[in-house]
């Protein structure tokens, strides 16, 4: 593929010039990537960068050496900045939605309901997509790929990324003839009860967000990024929340998780405070004694499970290969295979009062869970993803899972519409996708 991707970006530059790129968002994702993209990646040219804030989407592209941006308000000033090839800024997200100048949108927001009216907005427009947004695609993604497939377009979340990194190495696996039996992330801890409190110190030293960083703490980004890889690898959940052995090192953790799960459609899971610390691993089964003997010959362990992994992950590098991959084969690295199989349910941080709205992802209020979509379904849990802004009609104790039962909706958000559209397009309830844009998507 990485033969294949260079080739084709030059035949692409001496054809149509580089691959044209926006960016929605300029929190600590879209200035990483904004920085990379505008430090010369080879046939890949960021256009515009998108912001409510119009001073943080200027200051993405200071910190990238652009230190006088072209502010633009309409489809001519961008073209006009395009023609002068100048980078451009705007508080208007949908501008780049539709500009002929926008080849692939990047959605970096973390949001769900802006960030799903967004990328539909993209998907109307004939544009690839490339989410660097685990609350959205974990929440939404299947029926948004629906929508992107009936457009003709890719919809994926990113190499570099957990999800996609083990994606990649499951279908590489899968290719030269074993069978990925588990895939997941690596995670050094989790405590579910952290706050924004708890962790405003390590976000202002990091120039992070506290609610982002505690989402990463509390397990809910974990959740999240493992529920992409299960609706695109097909792999399950051993239980809510995972198995999560703790290991010295990740090539413990075939031995970790229970073998008749593995063999039983497979597990998303993950490794605790396990070397080398980050990337993603691929359980693999072999149970031929020829192929298995081979295997050990060359350190692969004792067998019949097999650990692989990537020990990296650097989503702001690694997200040239997907852009290249979206625009140049319409070639997703990591998307949903069809209808749910995980979902991230919202459980109690705290016991909650009547009364109160949730504060949704990184809050003081809930964390989430990864859980089976039949199971969570079957009970009706609230998704974590559409929590925020919740109000509760009934106590709930800390731990428990938050249900529709327990909550009022807030009224009229696109979010809900769409999860609505995304069971019953999947469970066959008879509701057909595609009220909410012109395209029609496929039904079944």
Not at 31 to 57: D, F, K, P, Q, Y
Not at 188 to 199: A, F, K, L, N, S
Not at 320 to 330: C, E, G, P, Q, V
Request: aromatic residues 6%; neutral net charge; charged residues 25%.
């Amino acid at each position: 593929m990485n033969g294949s991707l260079e080739v084709s970006i030059r035949a692409r530059l001496d054809a149509d010039g580089p691959i044209r790129v926006g960016i929605v968002g300029a929190g600590t994702s879209g200035r990483m990537i904004a920085r990379h993209l505008l430090g010369g990646v080879h046939g890949i040219r960021l256009v515009a960068v998108a912001n409510r804030t119009l001073s943080r989407a200027a200051a993405v592209l200071a910190d990238a050496g652009e230190r006088d941006p072209v502010v633009v308000k309409t489809g001519k000033d961008l073209s006009n900045a395009f023609s002068r090839q100048r980078p451009a800024i705007t508080e208007d997200a949908e501008l780049l939605c539709s500009a002929q100048e926008v080849d692939v949108l990047v959605e970096v927001t973390g949001t769900v309901e802006f960030g799903a009216r967004i990328v539909l907005k993209a998907i109307e427009n004939r544009k690839h997509v490339v989410l660097v947004n685990a609350e959205l695609d974990s929440t939404l993604g299947p029926i948004l790929k629906v929508y992107a497939d009936a457009a003709g377009v890719t919809l994926t979340h990113t190499d570099g990324e957990e999800p996609g990194v083990a994606m990649t190495l499951v279908r590489y696996l899968r290719m030269i003839g074993l069978r990925p039996v588990a895939a997941g992330n690596l995670k050094g801890m989790i405590d579910r009860y952290r706050t924004p409190e708890t962790q405003r110190a390590f976000a202002t030293k990091h120039n992070q967000d506290p609610a982002k960083v505690t989402s990463f703490a509390d397990g809910t980004k974990l959740c999240m990024e493992s529920t992409i890889l299960a609706n695109a690898s097909g792999f399950k959940v051993g239980k809510r929340g995972m198995h999560g052995p703790r290991c010295a090192h990740v090539k413990e953790i075939a031995s970790l998780l229970p073998a008749d799960e593995l063999l039983n459609g497979g597990l998303v899971d993950y490794a605790l405070g396990a070397e080398p610390y980050t990337g993603a691993f691929v359980v693999a089964y072999e149970d031929q004694p020829a192929k298995r003997a081979e295997l050990e010959y060359f350190k692969m362990g004792e067998g019949p499970f097999f650990v692989f992994y990537t020990p990296y992950h650097l989503p702001h590098l690694q997200i040239a290969s997907t852009i290249a991959r979206a625009a140049l084969f319409n070639d997703a690295t990591v998307a949903p295979a069809g209808a749910p199989v995980c979902e991230v349910v919202a459980v109690a941080k705290r016991d909650l009062k009547r009364g109160q709205p949730l504060d949704g992802v990184g809050g003081f209020d809930a964390y989430g869970l990864i859980e089976n979509a039949t199971a969570s379904q079957a009970d009706a849990l609230l998704p974590m993803g559409l929590s925020e802004g919740c109000r509760l009609c009934r106590d709930v104790r800390k731990d428990q899972p938050i249900s529709y039962r327990d909550v009022e909706l807030p009224p009229g958000r696109l979010c809900d519409r769409l999860n609505t559209e995304q069971i019953d397009h999947f469970i066959g309830k008879g509701a057909t996708p595609g009220t909410e844009i012109g395209i029609q998507p496929i039904t079944g």
